[in-house]
């Protein structure tokens, strides 16, 4: 999913929201590959604003939106 969304020079955020959705915030929504996500086993992915996605996750939301942090986090350094 990480690479998915343009990975760590497109992603500008990722929090979880509801109980299963992931919010992220990109810079450029060209580079979200909406069929990588569906490959990866995504259920939805869905442009609610510009540069912001919601990922369907399922219960699992939580999980993946703190791996996804932790990748952003230490791609970071």
Do not use: C
């Not at 590959?33 to 259920?43: C, H, I, K, V, Y």
């Amino acid at each position: 999913w990480f690479n998915a969304v343009g990975g760590r020079d497109n992603i500008e955020a990722i929090d979880q929201i509801a109980e299963t959705r992931v919010r992220v915030t990109v810079k450029d929504d060209a580079l979200v590959d909406t069929e990588a996500l569906r490959r990866a086993g995504l259920p939805g992915a869905v442009k609610v604003a510009p540069n912001v996605w919601h990922l369907v996750a399922g219960l699992e939301a939580d999980q993946y939106a703190t791996a996804m942090n932790r990748r952003l986090t230490s791609a970071a350094l």
